[in-house]
């Protein structure tokens, strides 16, 4: 058996995609900024780069999940409904992990 580092690739990119949805839900306004977001990846095992951060933040935004604003030199996502709806599973985004019903 081998292991498909393409596939491996996407799998982690969908997980990280459902680590932001689930960080920003878990705030009282539904808002992170950028350096929260990365710590939190960090701590959930995705040790990645800030540009890498940036480019999953944009395809969230791409998918109506979330709203990116600029804030001096950082950006800040707010969670929209559709990404809302993704966490709740009442509907679900394609390129994002989906939750587990536990």
Request: charged residues 30%; proline residues 3%; positive net charge.
């Amino acid at each position: 058996m081998s292991l498909d580092f393409g596939l491996l690739g996407q799998k982690v990119e969908e997980d990280v995609r459902l680590t932001l949805l689930k960080a920003l839900s878990m705030t009282s306004d539904n808002r992170l900024n950028e350096t929260v977001l990365h710590e939190t990846l960090d701590k959930f095992g995705h040790r990645r780069s800030r540009d890498y951060l940036r480019t999953q933040l944009a395809k969230l935004e791409e998918l109506g999940a979330i709203r990116l604003e600029k804030a001096g030199t950082v950006q800040v996502a707010t969670l929209l409904p559709p990404g809302l709806d993704h966490i709740e599973r009442r509907s679900f985004l394609a390129g994002v992990r989906r939750p587990s019903i536990y």
